[in-house]
């Protein structure tokens, strides 16, 4: 037997649990994040200016540091293009339209958050490489995948790609097919009314799954470091060439590279933090 409680009962009990009780999960919660969020990137920045200013900027405009920061940018670019076009499309076929496969086909795009990214880049080494299933074939027309920035921007791509999609697809099935109807009813084309209606319904949730699928996109290592092949200068995004410069101990360079990706995070925590504040209010009004 289910007993309907009122909200506010159940509000008014969560306020009311012992003093002890409260402050004791407040007390281990703060210390958590501490520990394991804030003590990392305090260190991160500590050890980057650690023997000054001089030499923090000396390491970010070292050849072989510029060169990561570009092949970053660039891969987020385009993982970023990509991703946005797919996922308005298949949030779009998923929320406004009944197919046989629809479940599989949600089940296909959560599928990079269930496989390792280090997997993800051994399937494109199947597929792409000397001994792959189209390795031949690519090596004939002189054409080079892997180990280059095509491959690195697909392995990314892949692994970057639920982000927008997962935003997208609730907002808009929850949002309905109302107003689409009653503007193609009125005589609106059917660009029109997706320019018109469909996208300002669903900006905000465009943007914060942008904003996700950019930060993992620069942040990835797993897949991009199986298909990158690791040259020096070319192939090396900066979470490849953090590792490489603290394994050869040159830790001044290496937390400066992590400083400024762990920088980039951080714009990207304030930035999302407006987003759902922008989300929340759109779902009220739309509520309302």
Same mark, same amino acid.
């Given at each position: 037997m289910v007993i309907n409680r009122p909200k506010s009962a159940s509000a008014h009990e969560i306020r009311t649990e012992p003093f002890l009780v409260r402050w004791t999960l407040?007390?281990?919660?703060?210390?958590?994040?501490?520990?394991?969020?804030?003590?990392?990137?305090?260190? =991160?920045?500590?050890e980057a200016f650690s023997r000054g200013i001089s030499a923090y900027l000396a390491a970010l405009s070292e050849p072989e540091a510029l060169?990561?920061?570009?092949?970053?940018?660039?891969? +987020? +670019?385009?993982? =970023?293009g990509l991703n946005l076009v797919f996922g308005v499309i298949a949030a779009w076929a998923i929320a406004k339209f009944e197919f046989p496969g629809k479940v599989f086909l949600i089940t296909l795009i959560d599928l990079p958050f269930s496989v390792s990214p280090v997997i993800s880049g051994l399937v494109f080494v199947l597929l792409f490489g000397a001994q792959g299933y189209f390795g031949t074939w690519l090596m004939s027309h002189n054409i080079q995948i892997l180990f280059a920035v095509p491959g690195i921007a697909l392995a990314t791509t892949f692994v970057t790609f639920p982000f927008v +999609?997962?935003?997208?697809?609730?907002l808009m099935q929850e949002q309905g097919t109302q107003e689409e109807e009653a503007a193609i009813s009125l005589g609106a084309s059917g660009l029109r009314t997706f320019l018109r209606v469909t996208i300002p319904n669903i900006k905000w949730g465009i943007l914060y799954g942008v904003l996700l699928c950019n930060a993992?996109?620069?942040?990835?290592?797993?897949? =991009?470091s199986v298909v990158s092949g690791h040259i020096r200068g070319e192939t090396?995004?900066?979470?490849?060439?953090?590792e490489i410069l603290y394994n050869e101990y040159q830790f001044v360079a290496s937390f400066a590279i992590a400083s400024l990706l762990a920088f980039l995070a951080l714009v990207t925590l304030i930035v999302k933090t407006i987003l759902e504040s922008h989300l929340e209010e759109g779902q009220s009004e739309s509520d309302d």
């Open positions: 407040i007390t281990i919660a703060i210390l958590f994040l501490t520990i394991f969020v804030v003590l990392p990137l305090v260190v =991160v920045f500590t060169s990561a920061i570009r092949l970053t940018l660039t891969i +987020a +670019a385009i993982s =970023v +999609a997962r935003e997208l697809i609730p993992r996109a620069m942040g990835e290592f797993g897949a =991009v090396n995004t900066m979470p490849l060439l953090v």
